[in-house]
Structure formats: structure tokens, C-alpha cells
């Protein structure tokens, strides 16, 4: 049997109250009453100011359901991790004597209750489910904040220890050296690969050049208004050229 008290309507925070809301408890019709969204709890009364109240922290869903063909009304789905019944009632009685490793079996354990909120009006879901979520976000999870925590937990790296390491030969850190420097510590083969390098790059600089249909071997070259040119090699070559002159 569903456990419906005689409680008083929440009277501070109340984010909506929905009347005319049908409660439906694990398939069983509780009948029309007010469904109140407060900031503290989750309730709901009958015409006879009997009824039942929630936990935020023991609503583990609530969602808009439009599926006709799992529920024949649209409504507000709620499951919480608790069973509201006589029977759950006196054993959560039961378990508050227990020690600590009967309470942790019994989270182990943990029952689900699904409740489903019909409003005669549909138009009032969208708000209904906007309340719960504003009321909900008041009362995070506090084992979801330690599950944050963990997973930004790491060791700090400490730069002069790790320096003092490689001092003592128990650490390996890369030594970095500007031009000059790692020029400087270059072991003879080191030099030799450098200069055949140097070398081989002085080469390609020297490299014929190819310009306005002129060849030539010598690297040396003058620059006129942007363009490359072997003043040696183009000096005199067309002076036998005929010109037209255009007037």
C-alpha cells in the first residue's frame, strides 16, 4: 500500500503548484491532487491534504514523456531511488538501527520508484519540468563533486628537484643551447658533418642561373629594378640588333 501522510503544503520557495495533476506510483493511480515544486522538496496532496514528499538528492530522473504507447497520457516521469509503501517505510525504520555495514548493503541494494505526474493541462509539462530542474540544480550530488575532484588529482612537477636529480645522475633532463653554445661543445666529427654541410650548401648556391634566355656559371650577379642580371654576359650581346623605332 502507497504511504500517503497528512502533511502541509510547502509554504516557502514553492517554484510552481500545479493543480488538477494526477500521480501515478509504480502503475497505481493515487487520483487528482497538487503537485508543488518547491526549492526543499517534491510533493504532492490530494483533495484531502493527504500525500507524499520527495527528496531532491533521491530523484535520480525526472523527464517529459510523449510516448503514448509506454503510458496512454502525456506527463511529467520522475524515478527516484526510494520506495514510498508500508513496507519500505518500516524497514527504513529497521535500517536506522542497523550498523554501518547493513546501511552499506542496503545502498547497494537501493530500490527504484517510478512516478508519473499527469497534468489535465499538457501545456503546463514544459514548466513543470523547468521548476524541477531549477530546484534540483540547489541540490547537487555531493559524490559527483568528489568524483570531479579525483579526476583532476595529480602530482605537481617540481622543477628544482628535478634539476637537483639530474645532478646527482637520477634524472634525465634535455639541455637546450643557443647557436653559439652548441657550436662550442661540436666534437670534431660533429665539425667535420658541419662542414661538409656548408659545403655541399655552397654548391647549390653556385649553381648555373637561367635568366631571359642567358646562361651563366658565375654566381656573382647584379640586381636591376628587381631582376637578376650577369652584367657581364648581357653587356654587348644585342648591340648588332636592328631597331624599329615607332613615331
Same mark, same amino acid.
Given at each position: ?10 509554504? /516557502? ?24 515544486? *518547491? ?7 490530494? $483533495? ?20 503514448? #504507447? %509506454?503510458?496512454? /497520457? ?7 531511488? *526510494? ?22 548493503? #542496503? ?11 499527469? @497534468? ?9 519540468? =523547468? ?5 534540483? *540544480?540547489?541540490? @547537487?550530488? @555531493? ?10 588529482? $595529480? ?6 628537484? %628535478? ?10 633532463? @634535455?639541455?637546450?643551447?643557443?647557436? /653559439?653554445?652548441?657550436? #662550442?661543445?661540436?666534437?670534431?666529427? $660533429?665539425? %667535420? ?10 654548391? #647549390? ?7 631571359? $634566355? ?17 652584367? =657581364? ?7 648588332? %640588333? ?6
Amino acid at each position: 500500500m502507497v504511504v500517503l501522510k497528512s502533511l502541509h503544503p510547502p509554504s /516557502e520557495g514553492v517554484r510552481l503548484q500545479q493543480a488538477d495533476t494526477t500521480a501515478v506510483l509504480d502503475g497505481k493511480r493515487l487520483g487528482s491532487g497538487t503537485l508543488f515544486v *518547491a526549492e526543499a522538496h517534491l510533493s504532492w496532496f490530494d $483533495g484531502s491534504g493527504m500525500g507524499f514528499c520527495l527528496e531532491y538528492p533521491s530523484i535520480s530522473l525526472h523527464a517529459i514523456s510523449r510516448d503514448l #504507447s %509506454a503510458f496512454p /497520457e502525456e506527463h511529467l516521469y520522475v524515478m527516484v531511488t *526510494a520506495e514510498l509503501d508500508d513496507e519500505a517505510e518500516a524497514e527504513q525504520q529497521d535500517k536506522a538501527s542497523d550498523d554501518e555495514e547493513s546501511d552499506s548493503d #542496503s545502498e547497494d541494494s537501493g530500490t527504484i520508484t517510478e512516478i508519473r505526474f499527469v @497534468p489535465s493541462d499538457k501545456a503546463a509539462l514544459e514548466p513543470m519540468f =523547468s521548476a524541477m530542474c531549477d530546484c534540483q *540544480a540547489l541540490h @547537487p550530488d @555531493p559524490d559527483d563533486a568528489d568524483t570531479d575532484d579525483d579526476d583532476y588529482e $595529480g602530482e605537481e612537477y617540481d622543477v628544482e628537484e %628535478a634539476e637537483q636529480e639530474q645532478g646527482r645522475g637520477q634524472g634525465d633532463i @634535455p639541455t637546450f643551447y643557443t647557436y /653559439e653554445e652548441g657550436l #662550442s661543445h661540436l666534437t670534431s666529427e $660533429g665539425q %667535420a658533418t658541419l662542414d661538409r654541410l656548408e659545403g655541399m650548401l655552397a654548391q #647549390s648556391v653556385a649553381q648555373q642561373y637561367h635568366m631571359a $634566355g642567358v646562361r651563366t656559371d658565375v654566381p656573382s650577379v647584379e640586381f636591376e629594378d628587381g631582376m637578376e642580371v650577369d652584367s =657581364s654576359t648581357v653587356t654587348g650581346q644585342f648591340d648588332d %640588333a636592328d631597331v624599329d623605332h615607332c613615331y
